[in-house]
């Protein structure tokens, strides 16, 4: 089934191995991407403030059943990964994590692996517990994991997770 899917991921920095996961055949036969985010776009939301930011992210991930965030070695700490990731968990959608950071970039190089950045995000349980989201949500690795033929069935495990 196809499943509309939002990606979450550091911009200036995983771009390249970003659209390695997102140009995949597996994601593109099924046309699935949704918020997907030009330069320019993205620019000129930056330059209006933070919520024409918010606007822009969150017109993304209206669509979304399932969110990725495609983990690099600094995405935990970019603080709109962190926003579309805590977006996606309030709305119930399908939620997990690929690490890119061992996909080489245009240089053929590889990155660090970064933290989880579920685990910088907080969830309050029906008694008023705080817990992190670390461990909640799947992570795969996109290299060591064969993202290339595994994706569908991470996103649809994520969807059924969720119910939807």
């Not at 993304?60 to 935990?76: C, F, K, P, R």
């Not at 994590?97 to 579920?118: L, V, Y």
């Not at 033929?149 to 059924?160: C, K, L």
Request: with cysteine.
């Amino acid at each position: 089934m196809a499943r509309q899917v939002f990606f979450s991921f550091h911009y200036a920095n995983d771009l390249w191995r970003a659209n390695v996961v997102r140009n995949s055949d597996t994601i593109q036969k099924a046309e699935t991407e949704v918020g997907r985010f030009d330069h320019s776009l993205w620019e000129e939301a930056k330059a209006s403030g933070d919520p024409a930011i918010k606007a822009l992210i969150d017109e993304g991930l209206n669509g979304a059943s399932v969110t990725i965030a495609l983990i690099g070695s600094e995405t935990s700490s970019r603080k709109w990964c962190l926003y579309e990731l805590a977006e996606s968990h309030d709305a119930t959608k399908g939620l997990l994590g690929i690490r890119i950071h061992n996909i080489k970039n245009q240089a053929q190089e590889t990155s660090t692996k970064g933290p989880d950045p579920f685990a910088y995000l907080e969830s309050t349980d029906a008694q008023g517990v705080k817990s992190t989201l670390a461990g909640v949500y799947p992570i795969y690795d996109w290299v060591a994991d064969d993202g290339y033929n595994n994706v569908d069935s991470w996103i649809e495990t994520a969807a059924a997770a969720a119910g939807r």
